[in-house]
């Protein structure tokens, strides 16, 4: 399977406080949402994220695996500067430490969020299950029941697919992946067709 990116409009938020100093809190999983992706709506289903593996995840922007983590989840232990939570029948949450003292781009990007100039948020995920229904009309719906591993989440300046290069990247390999799991399903329902007509004529001889 290939690599998916999803983005999403919810909430961003750029926080300070005594105890966690500057940080950044937001949902960028969110479960039971249907989605129009073009030539299909697709739903996260409720509990999709148990069992995935989260054992190393990145905070960056715009999905720009050439920069710097301004954050990590490594076990979502206590020191991880990314502290990630699923929370049934919603999704997933994170709050980012953001080191603005030391580092350039988590002051801007704190800056850009506070002022609302950033208020989308995006993950990149590979999917371990799926389903199709109405996979013979012209605009199918796939729920995806159970992701096999996340490897980061972003904060993104357009969270529309189109709006970027980068985003549009992300659209074309998610569309490559799903139209490749629907043709799986397709074959699998011919396949089951051919064995059943099968069985019928060899009962009629």
Do not use: C
């Not at 983590?69 to 980012?96: D, E, F, K, Y």
């Not at 948020?121 to 229904?133: C, G, I, L, R």
């Amino acid at each position: 399977m290939k690599k998916e990116i999803r983005a999403f409009s919810f909430e961003v938020r750029a926080e300070q406080n005594e105890e966690h100093g500057t940080y950044l809190t937001g949902q960028p999983i969110v479960y039971n949402e249907r989605t129009d992706l073009g030539w299909y709506d697709e739903i996260i289903a409720d509990g999709a994220l148990d069992g995935t593996d989260l054992r190393d995840v990145r905070f960056l922007i715009n999905h720009n695996t050439d920069m710097i983590p301004l954050a990590r989840s490594r076990n979502n232990n206590a020191n991880s500067t990314m502290q990630l939570q699923v929370i049934p029948s919603a999704g997933m949450a994170i709050r980012v430490d953001l080191d603005t003292d030391n580092n350039t781009d988590a002051r801007s990007l704190y800056s850009a969020v506070n002022r609302g100039d950033i208020s989308g948020m995006s993950f990149m995920f590979v999917v371990a299950e799926d389903k199709w229904d109405d996979i013979d009309t012209e605009h199918p719906t796939r729920t995806i029941l159970k992701f096999a591993k996340v490897f980061e989440v972003s904060a993104v300046t357009f969270p529309a697919y189109e709006a970027t290069s980068i985003q549009a990247r992300g659209l074309a390999d998610a569309l490559d992946s799903a139209k490749a799991s629907l043709d799986s399903v397709k074959a699998e329902r011919r396949e089951i067709e051919r064995k059943k007509q099968k069985i019928r004529i060899l009962m009629e001889v």
